[in-house]
T-cell receptor, first 111, second 114 residues
């Protein structure tokens, strides 16, 4: 059974800092991996999608990497801002195309 | 930008009542999903739907749950007789490509069962 783990569970950083969020999964048989942002009481906003054949994807200040063989992904946020404060979720798409989610990392960027 | 829309945003109901949650997926998408998130817990898969039938469902999705695509745009989740433990945020999602496509979520419908 696929398990997705995210570390750390919570992170508090000063504005401007670069940071890394970690995601690991137990079964490398995935189609892709998606990173989402969730604001309190809100829906999930897709940030980046990495196909299983890709190593990384970039969007603005965000960079996500994928090492499928070791079951790991990282989300790198450059020059963090208070508006980046949210919960960041990692999810893998399994064969059969459902997503399995991690519990998320709660990020707080202090001004 | 195309988006998944869900209604209602919040519904309060009495235990045992039927509830229908509504979703309008992105118009050219073919694959539709319901997920739920109990407060403080992970987002969990409920059901996937393609070509007018369920393609996969989780153990959570028992006989009390059903989904329907009554017309070309709506996708509904019905809970026949709600229980206290059905209280959660329910998210509808859609994508255009089965395996490699990006999944887009709606803002969610918060269901509170009293």
């Amino acid at each position: 059974k696929q398990e997705v783990t995210q570390i750390p569970a919570a992170l508090s950083v000063p504005e401007g800092e670069n940071l890394v969020l970690n995601c690991s999964f137990t079964d490398s048989a995935i189609y892709n991996l998606q990173w989402f942002r969730q604001d309190p009481g809100k829906g999930l906003t897709s940030l980046l999608l990495i196909q299983s054949s890709q190593r990384e994807q970039t969007s603005g200040r965000l960079n996500a990497s994928l090492d499928k063989s070791s079951g790991r992904s990282t989300l790198y946020i450059a020059a963090s801002q208070p508006g980046d404060s949210a919960t960041y979720l990692c999810a893998v798409t399994l064969y059969g195309n459902k997503l399995v989610f991690g519990a998320g990392t709660i990020l707080r960027v202090k001004s | 930008e195309p988006e998944v829309t869900q209604t209602p945003s919040h519904q309060v109901t009495q235990m045992g009542q039927e509830v229908i949650l509504h979703c309008v997926p992105i118009s050219n998408h073919l694959y539709f999903y319901w997920y739920r998130q109990i407060l403080g817990q992970k987002v969990e898969f409920l059901v996937s739907f393609y070509n007018n039938e369920i393609s996969e469902k989780s153990e959570i999705f028992d006989d009390q749950f059903s989904v329907e695509r009554p017309d070309g745009s709506n996708f509904t989740l019905k809970i026949r007789s709600t229980k206290l433990e059905d209280s959660a945020m329910y998210f509808c999602a859609s994508k255009g490509d089965a395996n490699t496509g990006e999944l887009f979520f709606g803002e969610g419908s918060r269901l509170t069962v009293l």
